[in-house]
T-cell receptor, first 112, second 113 residues
Framework: DAKTTQPPSMDCAEGRAANLPCNHS???????VYWYRQIHSQGPQYIIH???NNETNEMASLIITEDRKSSTLILPHATLRDTAVYYC?????????????FGSGTKLNVKP | NAGVTQTPKFRILKIGQSMTLQCTQD?????MYWYRQDPGMGLKLIYY???????DKGEVPNGYNVSRSTTEDFPLRLELAAPSQTSVYFC????????????FGSGTQLSVL
């Protein structure tokens, strides 16, 4: 049961902003949106998360639409090291833990 | 802190063999998880634990078993390995809160031939 939809791949020029879209049209009011990335076959690495408001940290910005049905991860100045698979994840509160639903991700190719 | 440590990094099994994937974390996290990742796919939850002595099934538990005798360790047992269990296995932990984050290990690449 996929809760997120992402394009399979995107290209971005080095130094430019990378904007990665995600659709989560069935998200509920208390479910968070998370973004992780995976470089080669390493363990996924946390980037950012949010509920309703836009968020920014040292790695990226997260823009969530007002209806919360979609979001965009922004890497302001992409470098070659940002080449990775980026996962948009919905975190759902289950009975005694939080369940993270991973989609298939977007492969971001940053090119010189 | 080492974070989440998984061993081994690579393993090849023959059909029907058994093995245990080890996972340990030094962040005193209550929550621990096992995921598998098939080629080109996202992660699927196998088992999880909300504390020592407490485990429960995730989305794809068949063919696996877990135990959680300490806060630090969460081993995953494969009994009677099958080719369908060829995958990359990730262990993760979290402190379990509203703003929780999953911290992942570096993974175990398992091939069953």
């Amino acid at each position: 049961d996929a809760k997120t939809t992402q394009p399979p791949s995107m290209d971005c020029a080095e130094g430019r902003a990378a904007n990665l879209p995600c659709n989560h049209s069935t998200i509920s009011g208390n479910e968070y949106v998370y973004w992780y990335r995976q470089i080669h076959s390493q363990g996924p690495q946390y980037i950012i998360h949010g509920l309703k408001n836009n968020e920014t940290n040292e790695m990226a910005s997260l823009i969530i639409t007002e209806d919360r049905k979609s979001s965009t991860l922004i890497l302001p100045h992409a470098t070659l090291r940002d080449t990775a698979v980026y996962y948009c994840i919905v975190r759902v509160a289950a009975s005694n833990f939080n369940k993270f639903y991973f989609g298939s991700g977007t492969k971001l190719n940053v090119k010189p | 802190n080492a974070g989440v440590t998984q061993t081994p990094k690579f393993r090849i099994l023959k059909i029907g063999q058994s093995m245990t994937l080890q996972c340990t974390q030094d962040m005193n996290h209550n929550y621990m998880y096992w995921y598998r990742q098939d080629p080109g796919m996202g992660l699927k939850l196998i088992y999880y634990s909300v504390g020592a002595g407490i485990t429960d099934k995730g989305e794809v538990p068949n063919g696996y078993n877990v135990s959680r005798s300490t806060t630090e360790d969460f081993p995953l047992r494969l009994e009677l390995a099958a080719p369908s269990q060829t995958s990359v296995y990730f262990c993760a932990s979290s402190y379990g809160a509203t703003n929780e984050k999953l911290f992942f290990g570096s993974g175990t690449q398992l091939s069953v031939l």
